[in-house]
């Protein structure tokens, strides 16, 4: 059986809301959508068990407590099946320095956002991935981020097209 959740206007400012500032209490989150706190707390847990929410989480300023390296890892793979692929994914998600991973179209297959403590740590995870043929990867290309410019900030939902709706199995 699925369950159904409409995504009509107070759905979308709690999805809207919490995405930017998700340490609001549920009274003041009930304040800014204009819903009783009873309602708003319902409807957030109803988006939460629908998938809506990843995970909440603090966008902690590295450069106030930590040395740090950021870079980009663009990876072309030596085999580009789905089984390879798939490994090669599986593999890259147990490294918690690569932070994302994404396919793309073009002459690379994925290309990750790194942190690492310094330069010798990033270039000691360039040499076991290229080292390895677990990793089974024909090309690496690191590009070092000199300067942050703009951080993400969330999306920007207010210029996207919604979804009115979204089905998820039904757990009662």
Same mark, same amino acid.
């Given at each position: 059986m699925k369950k159904t959740i409409k995504i009509d206007r107070y759905n979308q400012k709690i999805l809207a809301i !919490?995405?930017?500032?998700?340490? !609001?209490?549920?009274?003041?989150?009930?304040?800014?959508?204009n819903l009783s706190p009873s309602?708003?707390?319902?409807?957030?847990?109803?988006?939460?068990?629908?998938?809506?929410?990843?995970?909440?989480?603090?966008?902690?300023?590295?450069?106030?407590?930590?040395?740090?390296?950021?870079?980009?890892?663009?990876?072309?793979?030596?085999?580009?099946? !789905?089984?390879?692929?798939?490994?090669?994914?599986?593999?890259?998600?147990n490294i918690p320095e690569i932070m994302d991973c994404m396919q793309l179209s073009g002459d690379i297959d994925y290309i990750s956002f790194c942190c690492f403590a310094d330069i010798q740590a990033l270039n000691a995870m360039c040499d076991r991935l290229t080292g390895s043929s677990q990793y089974a990867i024909k090309k690496l290309t690191t590009r070092i981020v000199l300067e942050r410019a703009?951080?993400?900030?969330?999306?920007?939902?207010?210029? !996207?097209?919604?979804r009115d709706e979204m089905k998820v199995d039904d757990e009662e």
């Open positions: !919490l995405h930017l500032t998700a340490d !609001l209490t549920n009274v003041e989150l009930a304040e800014q959508v309602a708003c707390f319902q409807r957030v847990k109803a988006l939460k068990e629908a998938g809506y929410f990843r995970t909440f989480h603090a966008d902690i300023n590295l450069e106030q407590i930590c040395e740090h390296v950021f870079a980009y890892m663009e990876f072309t793979l030596e085999d580009n099946s !789905l089984a390879a692929r798939r490994k090669f994914l599986a593999d890259i998600h703009k951080f993400f900030l969330g999306y920007p939902l207010e210029k !996207l097209k919604w």
